[in-house]
């Protein structure tokens, strides 16, 4: 409604009225000023009536939305559910065109806008959570591991057909993997150099890998950050400064590192001091929306702005608006005081989870393993116990007491296949690991009820656990049995 609109309306309703609802009015128009202005997260959260208003107004611009429109062509955006479309807020043109995912749409200059308007808040908000030198951000329609597959095909472009290795210290994540290989590239795994509890980067091992198969046939190395304990964020500055001087592509996979200060601290320093073309982060786990987009950034103006650049063109025809949508509303409901606040609970929360796991580990004679560059996800002894059941069968019991996230890994002979590759004790990030354990994390959105809550499920789940007897020998074992005199001094049978 203009001013025009209000004027007339004056002559049906009081003025005093009227022009109260226009005052209002303008105030949110000012937002949606200042939103296009700086293209940045405000500064104050916006309530629903606000973030409705400019959806509606953004789907309004597209030309499904036109009164007298008379569209003849194969999409033209028609949603037969109601359902369907309000959930999407009359935005069906989804992004992007053919040649590239942030190219304008004629007909949705709307969804357009609104998708501009949203890599520049999700580079916003990752610049707030620790990368202040970031250049700029791409928003996704898929999740992580597709996102990575995508940029490791747009980094192909660039590099050239010979470069098809990817040097990748090792994380038991599947998804890593399958993009490597979706990407059409060859994996060189380096595996991970145990340092007290932790395992670490082995630089020097990355680095051999390379010369082996000549600097101008590696594609990128291809890091890690956020992970399961006890694997420590990859030593980012140090593998940064050796692809700056072997002029090797770096590519990061921060997948729910934007929460964690270390982690974005990394990407920075790596960033500016030596060479880190791009990192990549799932929407979900770091924005607290549902599956399906990640982020891709960059801090680096020489290599990265031309990745993200043929990433955009790389990317086959239009895409769903849904996860950018969700992104969307999701940053302009926090604000900027939400996102900081959102990223500060966590930190607090940090510390005392951190002592609790500790303390019940303790009580039950286990121990919080020592992994000082994970601060999300942390790992305990898993000992004795059971019964004689397997040591992954207390994640079952875990499961059932409703702690979800829980991760049980006990040293293990097997081998697992994983795009061609076979790992010993998969799911470690070793061929060995000393000891079992399981995990836990606190991340972002946990509350401090949820923290009560584990941990007294917790401890009652350790007691029973360490409560279990082996079963009885089968009848008949024991009258068979005798002792090394009786054998001569011979092994017992």
């Not at 591991?145 to 057909?161: D, I, N």
């Not at 609970?345 to 020592?370: C, D, I, N, Y």
Request: hydrophobic content about 40%; proline content about 5%; overall charge positive.
């Amino acid at each position: 409604m203009n001013d025009d609109v209000f004027t007339l309306a004056e002559g049906l309703v009081s003025q005093n009225y009227v022009r109260q609802a226009q005052q209002a009015r303008r105030h949110r128009e000012s937002l949606f000023k200042s939103l296009l202005a700086q293209r940045r997260l405000p500064d104050h959260g916006w309530d629903e009536g606000t973030l409705r208003l400019l959806l509606q107004e953004l789907a309004l611009m597209d030309s499904n939305a036109f009164a007298g429109n008379a569209g003849v062509g194969e999409r033209e955006a028609r949603v037969i559910c109601p359902l369907v479309a309000s959930r999407h807020f009359g935005l069906g043109h989804g992004i992007g065109r053919s040649g590239d995912i942030a190219e304008e749409q004629p007909k949705a200059a709307g969804s357009s806008l609104l998708y501009k308007l949203t890599n520049a808040l999700a580079a916003d908000a990752i610049k707030r959570a620790g990368a202040a030198d970031i250049k700029e951000a791409l928003v996704l329609p898929v999740a992580t591991g597709m996102s990575v597959a995508l940029t490791l095909l747009a980094l192909r472009k660039l590099r050239g057909p010979k470069a098809k290795y990817v040097v990748w210290p090792r994380i038991d994540q599947k998804s890593c993997l399958k993009a490597v290989s979706t990407a059409g590239a060859t994996p060189l795994v380096v595996e991970n150099i145990l340092e007290g509890d932790e395992l670490r980067t082995d630089v020097d091992g990355v680095r051999k890998r390379i010369l082996e198969v000549g600097a101008e046939n590696v594609l990128c190395v291809l890091s890690t950050t956020s992970c399961f304990a006890p694997r420590g964020v990859d030593k980012l500055l140090d593998l940064g400064r050796l692809c700056l001087e072997l002029d090797v592509p770096h590519i990061c996979n921060n997948a729910y590192g934007v929460q964690c200060k270390q982690c974005m601290k990394g990407i920075s320093s790596a960033s500016r001091h030596g060479r880190l073309d791009a990192f990549v982060q799932s929407t979900d786990k770091n924005f607290l929306v549902p599956v399906g987009g990640a982020v891709v950034a960059t801090c680096s103006s020489t290599h990265g702005k031309a990745l993200l650049s043929k990433l955009s063109a790389t990317y086959p025809g239009r895409a769903s608006v849904a996860p950018i949508l969700d992104l969307f509303c999701t940053l302009l409901h926090l604000g900027a005081d939400g996102w900081s606040g959102l990223l500060a609970k966590r930190e607090a929360l940090l510390p005392s989870f951190k002592e609790r796991l500790s303390a019940v580990a303790h009580a039950h004679g286990e121990r919080l393993l020592a992994t000082p560059h994970n601060t999300i996800s942390m790992a305990v002894t898993l000992t004795s116990g059971g019964g004689g059941k397997p040591m992954t069968a207390m994640g079952a019991q875990l499961w059932v007491r409703l702690i979800s996230g829980a991760r049980i890994v006990a040293p293990t002979t097997k081998t697992k296949e994983v795009s061609g590759i076979h790992f010993p004790n998969y799911g470690a990030h070793c061929d060995s690991y000393p000891v079992a354990y399981f995990t836990a994390a606190c991340a972002l959105g946990a509350t401090e009820a949820e923290a009560d809550l584990f941990f007294k499920k917790l401890d009652k789940t350790l007691k029973e656990w360490k409560k279990m007897k082996p079963p009885p020998p089968p009848k008949g074992v024991a009258e068979s049995t005798t002792t090394t005199e009786e054998n001569g001094g011979g092994s017992a049978v």
